[in-house]
């Protein structure tokens, strides 16, 4: 999932914030590196969450993507770098966002919804993506972060 300007791809692929980033869908089996230097070259960035009008607006794409091809993970812009720790404290446990502008000081408590706990560590980097399952009660997809 790419963050990208304000010049959005075909609107099948898209969906744009009203004063705010553009985000894409893009199916493959790549890894994280891969799919941040795909981004790249669409003049964007992997995807980063704000807030829950994002977040809506980000599971939406990438349900539709999926098309009944759940579960499925998506790559964002989740990564824990090798310095820093798993804080089972803090909603996203340590991890931060890589790229695509400033991130919030403050994650919403909404937002630390994990599919499965990350690993405690401080001595390697990882990544997470975001994982869609089948729809969760009230309609919409199903959600977590996935190391």
Do not use: I, M
């Amino acid at each position: 999932a790419c963050a990208l300007g304000r010049t959005p791809p075909p609107p099948s692929a898209v969906r744009c914030q009203a004063a705010g980033a553009c985000f894409s869908a893009h199916l493959a089996n790549s890894t994280y590196a891969e799919s941040r230097s795909a981004c790249g070259s669409r003049r964007g960035d992997l995807a980063w969450v704000s807030g829950e009008e994002e977040l809506g607006l980000l599971l939406g794409l990438l349900a539709e993507a999926a098309a009944g091809s759940a579960p499925s993970l998506f790559w964002v812009g989740l990564k824990r770098n090798a310095s820093a720790c798993t804080d089972v404290d803090q909603p996203l446990r340590g991890f931060s966002w890589d790229g695509g502008g400033a991130a919030p000081r403050e994650v919403p408590a909404a937002l630390g919804r994990w599919v499965k706990e990350p690993v405690r560590s401080c001595l390697t980097a990882r990544c997470a993506g975001l994982h869609l399952s089948a729809a969760a009660p009230g309609g919409g997809p199903g959600w977590g972060w996935k190391e």
